[in-house]
């Protein structure tokens, strides 16, 4: 595969697979031994790994947006920074709906093998979410 051809799978995977929901993008564009990387999580394991967080959370932002603001390729890696809108309508690991939009910033490693996502590393800002939904206080603020 070549970069353009990379990037054009890493656009669908934030357009088709988070912002649509078109499950059946997983299945297209990951490796079955695919392993995903996020802090904030345990990893995510092949095409169903995936589908599973997606639609966790949809479920918990119906109107879920990806915007992909900029993809740099290297080699077998692409690097997507990205922005994220929602409005939580639903349970999210816990975290019953606030009612609230949110947005958050972060930043996907994506490495490939052959045509498909073998891993990916995802760094986002989990505690900005948190503190626009009011689940967490921010500096200075008391818990809403």
Known sequence: MNAEEKKALVRELFGDLFTKGNLAVADKIFAHDYVGHDPGHPPLRGPEGVKESISMYRNAFPDLT????????????????????????????????????GETTGIDIIRFSGNKIVEDWSSWDTLGLLQMLGVFP????APS
């Open 66 to 101: 990806f915007v992909v603001e900029d993809l740099i390729c290297e080699g077998d890696k692409v690097v997507a920074r990205w922005k994220a809108t929602g409005t939580h309508k639903g349970e999210l690991m816990g975290i019953p709906s606030t009612g609230r939009r």
């Open 138 to 141: 921010a500096p200075g603020q």
